[in-house]
C-alpha cells in the first residue's frame, strides 16, 4: 500500500490553525474521523502522544510525521497540515514544523503504519517534494506531490 492510497485531499488541510503539536494532531485526527478511518478521536490520540512521548516525530527540513496505531482506527490513513507559521516541536534540527503528516493505523496492521511512514521518509528527502508541499495550492496539489 502506497502512500497515495492512504491521502486524500479530503484529509489535508493547507492552513492548520494549530498552535502546538498536541492541537495539530488533534486537528488532523478530526480530519481522519471526519473520513470514518478513524472512529475513536481520543483512543487514537492517546497511541499518537505515547508513541510521540517516546522520542520526537518531528525528523527536520520542517516535517513531523507522529503516528499511532490503535482501536480507534478503522483503516489505515494519512493526514496532512501545512502550518504558515510554524510549530514549535522537538524537531531533530531545532527548526519549526511546517508540515505534518499523521499516519493511522488500526490494531491488527502489522507493520503498515511503519512502511508509509519508511515510504513518507523517502519522499520527503527530496528538496522537490517538500518544495511542491510548502507551496501546493490545493490538497489535490499535495497528494499529487506524493506520487
Same mark, same amino acid.
Given at each position: ?59 527536520? $527540513?520542517?516535517? *513531523?510525521? !507522529?503516528? &499511532? ?6 483503516? %489505515?490513513?494519512?493526514?496532512?497540515? /501545512? ?17 505534518? $503528516?499523521?499516519? *493511522?493505523? !488500526?490494531? &491488527? ?6 512502511? %508509509?511512514?519508511?515510504?513518507?521518509? /523517502? ?25
Amino acid at each position: 500500500m502506497s502512500i497515495r492510497e492512504l491521502i486524500t485531499p479530503e484529509t489535508v488541510t493547507l492552513d492548520l490553525k494549530a498552535g502546538t503539536p498536541e492541537e495539530a494532531m488533534a486537528e488532523l485526527g478530526a480530519l481522519l474521523v471526519k473520513t470514518g478511518a478513524v472512529t475513536d478521536l481520543e483512543t487514537y490520540l492517546q497511541a499518537v502522544k505515547a508513541r510521540e512521548a517516546l522520542g520526537t516525530t518531528a525528523v527536520g $527540513f520542517g516535517v *513531523a510525521i !507522529p503516528h &499511532g496505531k490503535s482501536g480507534g482506527v478503522s483503516r %489505515a490513513a494519512v493526514a496532512f497540515g /501545512r502550518s504558515r507559521s510554524g510549530l514549535a516541536w522537538e524537531s531533530l534540527d531545532g527548526e519549526p514544523v511546517q508540515m505534518v $503528516f499523521l499516519i *493511522a493505523a !488500526p490494531d &491488527g496492521a502489522h507493520d503498515l503504519h511503519l512502511k %508509509a511512514l519508511s515510504q513518507l521518509a /523517502r519522499l520527503l528527502m527530496h528538496e522537490e517534494v517538500r518544495q511542491k508541499l510548502l507551496t501546493a495550492e490545493s490538497p489535490a496539489d499535495v497528494v499529487n506531490a506524493l506520487q
